[in-house]
């Protein structure tokens, strides 16, 4: 189990969720949602001003960095919004998959070629991107191998930010279907984190909705019977110029339902249909 307990970072607010193997949970929230802290932190990139994540009852924010080591890659991995972010430029593909399998014991550049071998074929790569410069890659295909990278050691749990970097129509819909065929073949449990209600349809069979660093809004099945005004106004494309923090709903100064309550008072979560909702319209 990979569990965030009330996250708190300079952009995530109080963030909780519990990810096990095999789940596939969907995190929506616009770019400026602070959503990205929900890898940097799980991977020890950032550091939380409270709260914590336990990886199978472990806290990982306690680790030294070379136990932190042993944790990338092979328990948590993921893929940034920017795939050449991933890479060394000095380096072709196949090496980094070679460092990646080296430094865990897991075996030698061989075995490390022959496994991103399949896992590219799993993806629709061919294998000669292996002996490519990162530099050399198309957008589509720097994903394409980041998603290898991450997952062919098939870690417990595989954290993944927005997919469409510089991809056109197709290449997103390629990029779905891969994750699709990747999803089929291992156990990983997946973090999905997007701005497009359409790709977490697709992806994720729970969803939570981030604004601003807080959740307002999770469940089942969020991106089809949303109930919170800011999820409502993200699936029509009908928010507003003004993304101000609110005294007291977060939302408050940009929803068209807002009352003096609102501004004044924090909603606590309440359960509607099958949702859970921070939002003083379903008192009942």
């Given at each position: 189990m990979l569990e965030y307990s009330c996250v708190t970072t300079d952009r995530l607010r109080?963030?909780?969720l519990k990810l096990s193997k095999g789940a596939r949970v969907g995190v929506l929230g616009q770019r400026d949602s602070g959503k990205e802290d929900v890898i940097n932190v799980a991977l020890g990139l950032k550091k939380a001003v409270s709260g914590d994540v336990f990886l199978d009852g472990q806290s990982v924010l306690s680790l030294s960095e070379v136990e932190m080591n042993e944790v990338?890659?092979?328990?948590?991995?993921?893929?940034?919004?920017?795939?050449?972010?991933?890479?060394?430029?000095?380096?072709?593909?196949?090496?980094?998959?070679?460092?990646?399998v080296v430094s865990h014991g897991l075996g030698d550049y061989h075995v490390?070629?022959?496994l991103a071998k399949e896992f590219l074929r799993i993806l629709g790569g061919k294998e000669e991107l292996l002996y490519?410069?990162?530099?050399?890659?198309?957008?589509?295909?720097?994903?394409?191998?980041?998603i290898a990278m991450a997952s062919f050691l098939e870690p417990d749990y595989i954290?993944?930010?927005?997919i469409e970097y510089k991809l056109n129509d197709n290449g997103r819909a390629s990029i779905l279907n891969a994750l699709i065929n990747l999803m089929g073949t291992i156990s990983s449990g997946f973090l999905i984190l997007d701005n497009d209600p359409a790709v977490l349809s697709r992806l994720s069979n729970y969803f939570l909705v981030v604004y601003r660093g807080e959740v307002v809004e999770e469940g089942e099945e969020v991106v089809f019977q949303p109930y919170h005004p800011y999820t409502?106004?993200?699936?029509?494309?009908n928010l507003g110029e003004r993304n101000l923090d609110g005294k007291g709903c977060r939302y408050s100064e940009n929803c068209k339902f807002s009352s003096f309550k609102c501004k004044e008072r924090e909603p606590k979560f309440t359960s509607v249909g099958k949702s859970n909702v921070k939002c003083f319209m379903y008192p009942w």
């Amino acid at each position: 189990m990979l569990e965030y307990s009330c996250v708190t970072t300079d952009r995530l607010r109080c963030f909780s969720l519990k990810l096990s193997k095999g789940a596939r949970v969907g995190v929506l929230g616009q770019r400026d949602s602070g959503k990205e802290d929900v890898i940097n932190v799980a991977l020890g990139l950032k550091k939380a001003v409270s709260g914590d994540v336990f990886l199978d009852g472990q806290s990982v924010l306690s680790l030294s960095e070379v136990e932190m080591n042993e944790v990338r890659w092979a328990r948590i991995s993921a893929v940034f919004y920017d795939p050449y972010a991933m890479f060394n430029p000095i380096y072709d593909v196949a090496s980094h998959f070679a460092e990646i399998v080296v430094s865990h014991g897991l075996g030698d550049y061989h075995v490390a070629v022959e496994l991103a071998k399949e896992f590219l074929r799993i993806l629709g790569g061919k294998e000669e991107l292996l002996y490519k410069y990162p530099s050399d890659l198309t957008p589509l295909e720097a994903k394409k191998v980041s998603i290898a990278m991450a997952s062919f050691l098939e870690p417990d749990y595989i954290l993944l930010d927005d997919i469409e970097y510089k991809l056109n129509d197709n290449g997103r819909a390629s990029i779905l279907n891969a994750l699709i065929n990747l999803m089929g073949t291992i156990s990983s449990g997946f973090l999905i984190l997007d701005n497009d209600p359409a790709v977490l349809s697709r992806l994720s069979n729970y969803f939570l909705v981030v604004y601003r660093g807080e959740v307002v809004e999770e469940g089942e099945e969020v991106v089809f019977q949303p109930y919170h005004p800011y999820t409502m106004d993200l699936l029509s494309g009908n928010l507003g110029e003004r993304n101000l923090d609110g005294k007291g709903c977060r939302y408050s100064e940009n929803c068209k339902f807002s009352s003096f309550k609102c501004k004044e008072r924090e909603p606590k979560f309440t359960s509607v249909g099958k949702s859970n909702v921070k939002c003083f319209m379903y008192p009942w």
